[in-house]
């Protein structure tokens, strides 16, 4: 599983709100959601995210093994 939560401490230290990225970068709210809820987003969002805070994209985005069962 892919797990969003660098990316909540890459914009806290970033000093970058979810405002912020909504109002003076154009990312979509839908794709807040996304994050928030570790759901897929495009390569194309990630990079965006990574050009944005100028940081590397294990800054924002992490593998977590599945635990056995819970596979989708």
Known sequence: MISYKPLWRTLQDKGVSQY??????????????????????STHTLNMLCEILDCRLEDIAEYKKDEEGSKT
């Open 20 to 41: 912020r990225l909504i109002k003076d970068y154009g990312v979509s709210a839908g794709q807040l959601s996304r994050l928030r809820s570790n759901e897929n987003v």
